[in-house]
């Protein structure tokens, strides 16, 4: 759906990206990782065509990102901000209709996902009455209000609690599974391995990693396995490494001099170990 | 897709129903009529409370002058000053004569506790005068003097009269002229300025409410500007014919009023004597002509299409500006380099008044920076239609020019957040592709 082809961006001072290629999938949810002032914002900003490339090329489906296409595409942007005199259902149906989408079904859009999220008492509150997360959440609807076929979501998550995280989560999923392909941007590597097929690990305007987040995982695996020993009445767990060059069963055959084995299991990195790993 | 107007439906809509909006625009006229009449009618009001005045009369000359009435009560005293104070306390003051006022007209004297109030003062000193002046004639041993004096005196009214296009003779008033003219440029200077910054304000919010980058991939930068501007100056037209109509509503209230006053408050006789005054005079009806001689139709038509022009102009400048900075207090340094253009039209506008005629007048009615305000003063006066056409056509070729450079800089300027640009920045934005 989105091809990146030898992109670089520089700004006055700063090469912002350097030769960035990537390709994200229909129907895939991708996960752009990396450091602050990595280049993230100004890859995504490419994407959703608020600013065009130095060099290279951003498509989508073939065709160079402008932002003639802003109705295929919704963006929630880190920095979050909403008109706060206005009041909910008419902010939403706004965002709707500048996005193309008509009168009617603006609002009965606009009802929908009152209903689906629970607050339909909000819809004559202006924005300024609202809470942080629950403004945030009128960001997040007035972001997918118009169906886009991508969704680009930077830090999503950031100033929800874990209820509402967790709902926002499953409506990415939602969507996702609808057919729309999401591009997610993120600090929280947990809900990068939940959500994420794909990502690409930028620093310092370079891909530093990409590719499927399992193979990724098993890429970086250090033979460490999770092994749980019965010692009598006792039961433990540790981390034992596998040496090199030893087969699974001689590493069992070694273990098992110290206690019954009940439990063993490779421990795979988490995505944090490997994007700290990475970028430091 | 255009969304303009939406983004005009958006910008108006949030701004009219504002109850701060309502509220200004239905409390700007009022104070304008309280600003005129309040002062009116302090100046009518007479403090009547009783005042009482010890004279001090050294000369021993005045003493048939001050006649006690309602108000004023004389004390005459031989004492002097010191010695007068104690003896009367609680008195307004005391006017202390060293001598003849004929040959010293300076060292009279007004001591009081409390500040004399101008009143009293003025009160005092048309008495003293009256008789200094009755002295001198008396002096001066010509008989019929004080007659000769009251015929000397004069009071010409230069009436002028204009010939319309049919070659009729018309009632003019070049003072109701250059007061139309000063006062429609003041209005629309105000407008542009107001709406202008309004404008701005806009902008500059929208940035620092961090909305821009969702509107900006929602929308394109061009039609987020334009449909601010387009909408902002829906307001100001809105605001403008609410005052028309309030204004047309107001004078016909109060000519009923004033004609019901004249019938109840005068008697047939003083009413007689008003109308036969003010026909002697020549004064009121020719005020009316000078009122209808002007075409006040093709004013209100030229006052809106120059609004229209001048404000494009100066809120497009505004709002490229106002995309530039990312707070309020930022914005004056680009501001200021427009507000002093903008104050030079002013002047102009307020020296053409009195030269409407010359040549720096023709000129700044043509420059598009200057032409809203001065042209106005001018069309009392009756300006050729070329003219008008011409500068109206300049107005309009250069808001393009600037709403196009403008939308170069708010494009750049809008997503630019943390530092403030410098005016060759801003210039490399403009040239950015």
Request: overall charge neutral.
């Given at each position: 759906?989105?091809?990146?082809?030898?992109?670089?961006?520089?700004?006055?001072?700063?090469?912002?990206?350097?030769?960035?290629?990537?390709?994200?999938?229909?129907?895939?949810?991708y996960?752009?990782?990396?450091?602050?002032?990595?280049?993230?914002?100004?890859?995504?900003?490419?994407?959703?065509?608020?600013?065009?490339?130095?060099?290279?090329?951003?498509l989508?489906?073939?065709?160079?990102?402008?932002?003639?296409?802003?109705?295929?595409?919704?963006?929630?942007?880190?920095?979050?901000?909403?008109?706060?005199?206005m009041?909910?259902?008419?902010?939403?149906?706004y965002?709707?209709?500048?996005?193309?989408?008509?009168a009617?079904?603006?609002?009965?859009?606009?009802?929908?996902?009152?209903?689906?999220?629970?607050?339909?008492?909000?819809?004559?509150?202006?924005?300024?009455?609202?809470?942080?997360?629950?403004?945030?959440?009128?960001?997040?609807?007035?972001?997918?209000?118009?169906?886009?076929?991508?969704?680009i979501?930077?830090?999503?998550?950031?100033?929800?609690?874990?209820?509402?995280?967790?709902?926002?989560?499953?409506?990415?999923?939602?969507?996702?599974?609808?057919g729309?392909?999401?591009?997610?941007?993120?600090?929280?590597?947990?809900?990068?391995?939940?959500?994420?097929?794909?990502?690409?690990?930028?620093?310092?305007?370079?891909?530093?990693?990409?590719?499927?987040?399992?193979?990724?995982?098993?890429?970086?695996?250090?033979?460490?396995?999770?092994?749980?020993?019965?010692?009598?009445?006792?039961?433990?767990?540790?981390?034992?490494?596998?040496?090199?060059?030893?087969?699974?069963?001689?590493?069992l055959m070694?273990?098992?001099?110290?206690?019954?084995?009940?439990?063993?299991?490779?421990?795979?990195?988490?995505?944090?170990?490997?994007?700290?790993?990475?970028?430091? | 897709?255009?969304?303009?107007?939406?983004?005009?439906?958006?910008?108006?809509?949030?701004?009219?129903?504002?109850?701060?909006?309502?509220?200004?625009?239905?409390?700007?006229?009022?104070?304008?009529?309280?600003a005129?009449?309040?002062?009116?009618?302090?100046?009518?009001?007479t403090?009547?409370?009783?005042?009482?005045?010890?004279?001090?009369?050294?000369?021993?000359?005045?003493?048939?002058?001050?006649?006690?009435?309602?108000?004023?009560?004389?004390?005459?005293?031989?004492?002097?000053?010191?010695?007068?104070?104690?003896?009367?306390?609680?008195?307004?003051?005391?006017?202390?004569?060293?001598?003849?006022l004929?040959?010293?007209?300076?060292?009279?004297?007004f001591?009081?506790?409390?500040?004399?109030?101008?009143?009293?003062?003025?009160?005092?000193?048309?008495?003293?005068?009256?008789?200094?002046?009755?002295?001198?004639?008396?002096?001066?041993?010509?008989?019929?003097?004080?007659?000769?004096?009251?015929?000397v005196?004069?009071?010409?009214?230069?009436?002028?009269?204009?010939?319309?296009?049919?070659?009729?003779?018309?009632?003019?008033?070049?003072e109701?002229?250059?007061?139309?003219?000063?006062f429609?440029?003041?209005?629309?200077?105000?407008?542009i300025?107001?709406y202008?910054?309004?404008?701005?304000?806009?902008?500059?919010?929208?940035?620092?409410?961090?909305?821009?980058?969702?509107?900006?991939?929602?929308?394109?930068?061009?039609?987020?500007?334009?449909?601010?501007?387009?909408?902002?100056?829906?307001?100001?037209?809105?605001?403008?014919?609410?005052?028309?109509?309030?204004?047309?509503?107001?004078?016909?209230?109060?000519?009923?009023?004033?004609?019901?006053?004249?019938?109840?408050?005068?008697?047939?006789?003083?009413?007689?004597?008003?109308?036969?005054t003010?026909?002697?005079?020549?004064?009121?009806?020719?005020?009316?002509?000078?009122?209808?001689?002007?075409?006040?139709?093709?004013?209100?038509?030229?006052f809106?299409?120059?609004?229209?022009?001048?404000?494009?102009?100066?809120?497009?400048?505004?709002?490229?500006?106002?995309?530039?900075?990312?707070?309020?207090?930022?914005?004056?340094?680009?501001?200021?380099?427009?507000?002093?253009?903008?104050?030079?039209?002013?002047?102009?506008?307020?020296?053409?008044?009195?030269?409407?005629?010359?040549?720096?007048?023709?000129?700044?009615?043509?420059?598009?920076?200057?032409?809203?305000?001065?042209?106005?003063v001018?069309?009392?006066?009756?300006?050729?239609?070329?003219?008008?056409?011409?500068?109206?056509?300049?107005?309009?070729?250069?808001?393009?020019?600037?709403?196009?450079?403008?939308?170069?800089?708010?494009?750049?300027?809008?997503?630019?957040?943390?530092?403030?640009?410098?005016?060759?920045?801003?210039?490399?934005?403009?040239?950015?592709?």
């Open positions: 759906m989105i091809e990146i082809n030898q992109v670089s961006k520089s700004f006055e001072r700063k090469q912002a990206l350097r030769e960035v290629t990537m390709s994200i999938g229909d129907g895939t949810i996960g752009l990782l990396g450091p602050n002032g990595a280049g993230k914002t100004t890859l995504i900003r490419i994407m959703t065509g608020i600013t065009m490339p130095d060099s290279g090329e951003a989508m489906d073939g065709k160079q990102i402008s932002l003639s296409m802003a109705s295929k595409i919704g963006y929630l942007p880190e920095e979050r901000g909403l008109y706060k005199k009041r909910v259902g008419e902010q939403i149906r965002f709707a209709r500048l996005r193309g989408m008509s009617d079904e603006a609002k009965q859009e606009t009802e929908n996902w009152l209903h689906r999220f629970g607050i339909e008492s909000w819809k004559m509150k202006r924005i300024e009455e609202l809470s942080k997360g629950m403004a945030q959440k009128v960001q997040f609807i007035t972001t997918v209000i118009h169906r886009p076929r991508l969704l979501l930077d830090e999503p998550f950031s100033g929800f609690d874990p209820v509402n995280s967790k709902q926002i989560q499953d409506e990415i999923l939602r969507l996702n599974g609808e729309t392909t999401v591009v997610l941007s993120t600090h929280d590597m947990e809900s990068v391995e939940t959500l994420c097929k794909e990502i690409s690990l930028i620093n310092d305007g370079r891909i530093v990693l990409q590719g499927d987040v399992q193979e990724i995982r098993q890429r970086y695996r250090e033979n460490v396995f999770e092994v749980t020993l019965r010692k009598g009445e006792d039961r433990e767990t540790r981390l034992i490494k596998k040496n090199e060059g030893e087969s699974n069963n001689d590493f070694r273990i098992a001099k110290e206690g019954e084995v009940v439990e063993f299991r490779e421990k795979l990195p988490s995505m944090n170990e490997i994007f700290i790993k990475t970028v430091s | 897709m255009s969304n303009i107007g939406l983004i005009i439906g958006h910008e108006y809509m949030t701004r009219v129903s504002k109850k701060s909006f309502i509220i200004i625009t239905l409390l700007t006229p009022l104070m304008m009529i309280a005129i009449a309040l002062p009116t009618w302090l100046m009518t009001r403090d009547d409370s009783k005042k009482q005045i010890v004279v001090i009369d050294r000369s021993g000359m005045y003493s048939e002058l001050f006649r006690n009435d309602d108000i004023y009560t004389y004390i005459y005293s031989g004492e002097d000053i010191d010695a007068a104070r104690k003896t009367h306390q609680e008195v307004t003051g005391f006017l202390y004569i060293p001598g003849d004929t040959s010293d007209s300076t060292s009279v004297t001591y009081s506790e409390k500040q004399a109030s101008a009143e009293v003062v003025s009160h005092l000193k048309r008495l003293l005068n009256q008789k200094a002046e009755q002295q001198k004639i008396d002096a001066s041993g010509i008989p019929e003097l004080k007659e000769i004096m009251k015929s005196k004069s009071d010409i009214n230069l009436k002028t009269v204009k010939f319309d296009e049919s070659g009729k003779e018309q009632v003019t008033s070049a109701m002229a250059e007061l139309l003219g000063l429609s440029s003041l209005l629309i200077y105000m407008f300025m107001m202008g910054s309004m404008v701005m304000q806009g902008v500059v919010q929208e940035k620092s409410n961090r909305i821009m980058e969702v509107m900006v991939a929602s929308t394109r930068p061009f039609d987020l500007m334009m449909g601010k501007i387009i909408g902002v100056a829906l307001v100001g037209l809105t605001q403008f014919a609410i005052w028309v109509v309030m204004t047309l509503m107001a004078s016909g209230i109060i000519m009923s009023i004033a004609g019901i006053n004249y019938s109840i408050g005068m008697n047939t006789e003083e009413l007689m004597q008003s109308v036969e003010m026909r002697a005079q020549g004064m009121d009806t020719d005020i009316m002509n000078a009122v209808l001689g002007f075409n006040f139709r093709k004013i209100l038509i030229l809106v299409l120059y609004f229209i022009g001048g404000y494009l102009l100066y809120s497009s400048l505004f709002a490229a500006f106002g995309s530039a900075v990312d707070n309020e207090t930022d914005t004056q340094q680009f501001t200021a380099p427009l507000t002093i253009v903008i104050l030079l039209a002013m002047y102009a506008g307020i020296y053409a008044t009195n030269h409407p005629d010359s040549q720096v007048t023709f000129w700044c009615s043509m420059i598009p920076f200057t032409s809203p305000v001065v042209m106005l001018r069309l009392p006066f009756d300006v050729a239609w070329w003219e008008i056409v011409l500068s109206l056509l300049i107005l309009a070729g250069s808001f393009v020019a600037s709403t196009w450079v403008a939308a170069k800089i708010y494009r750049v300027g809008i997503l630019m957040y943390g530092k403030k640009p410098t005016w060759k920045e801003i210039w490399k934005w403009v040239k950015y592709k």
